[in-house]
């Protein structure tokens, strides 16, 4: 199955897709890991990655749709991908379709984890401390929020018309959330 995450920064969508890659060996596409690793390269395109990522706003589509369709499009993943951080807009959602259309496939289940701003703001510092993303800041993070908000939730409120919605109370702990996913996976 297909599984689409969204949550926003600091909901532990990176966290629960890694768990559920393990426990129902899927692939977990992190368009997020994609482009940080990118910025490394110190390349002059890396280089814009870092800016737009370090503004809070979102990169190009163009940019990460092409990612996209290379794992897609691959044999390997074909039915087992968690998208975790795509679709981002709406133009993103939009374009997830015709791609799975193309190579036969759909999205089984979209999961969305809640959680409050409050809540963001103290993981984030709790994860700077940890992982050092430069994006992680609290400036940044509101910022990441309002780009999550505006741009984002809209694509949930178009899988929830499709019945694909989950919502998952995202303010528990990692393994209590991590249960209720699985069972709803399991379910479906
Ligand atoms: P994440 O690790 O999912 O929190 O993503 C970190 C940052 O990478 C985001 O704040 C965006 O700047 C960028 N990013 C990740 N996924 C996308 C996407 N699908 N479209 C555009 N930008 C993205």
Do not use: C, H, W
């Not at 103290?122 to 741009?151: C, F, G, H, M, W």
């Amino acid at each position: 199955m297909n599984i689409v995450i969204f949550g926003p920064p600091g909901a532990g969508k990176g966290t629960q897709s890694k768990f559920i890659e393990k426990k129902f060996n899927l692939y977990q596409l992190s368009t997020g890991e994609f482009l940080r690793k990118e910025t490394l390269k110190k390349t002059s395109i890396g280089n814009k990655i870092s800016s737009v990522i370090n503004s809070g706003s979102l990169v190009s589509d163009e940019i990460v749709s092409d990612l996209i369709e290379k794992i897609i499009s691959d044999s390997k993943y074909k039915n087992r991908i968690i998208f975790d951080g795509y679709p981002r807009n709406l133009n993103q959602a939009k374009n997830l379709d015709n791609l799975l259309n193309k190579y036969n496939q759909k999205i089984d289940l979209v999961l969305k984890l809640s959680v409050s701003l409050e809540t963001i703001k103290k993981r984030i510092s709790e994860r700077r401390a940890l992982e050092k993303r430069p994006d992680d800041n609290e400036n940044v993070a509101i910022k990441r929020y309002q780009t999550y908000e505006k741009s984002t939730e809209p694509v949930i409120e178009y899988y929830k018309k499709l019945n694909l919605l989950k919502v998952v109370d995202g303010e528990r702990s990692i393994d209590q959330i991590s249960i209720e996913i699985s069972d709803i996976i399991s379910s479906i």
